[in-house]
């Protein structure tokens, strides 16, 4: 359980971190 609990967490901090780094490029432009 605790493995596949932390599998999603890095899955969702990397998708968090895609979101963050789209944004910054929608504000830069």
Same mark, same amino acid.
């Given at each position: 359980? *605790?493995?596949i #609990? %932390? %599998?999603q967490g890095i899955k *969702?901090?990397?998708d968090t971190v895609r979101l #963050?780094?789209?944004e #910054?490029? #929608?504000k830069s432009i």
């Open positions: 359980m *605790t493995a #609990l %932390k %599998k *969702t901090s990397e #963050l780094m789209q #910054l490029n #929608l």
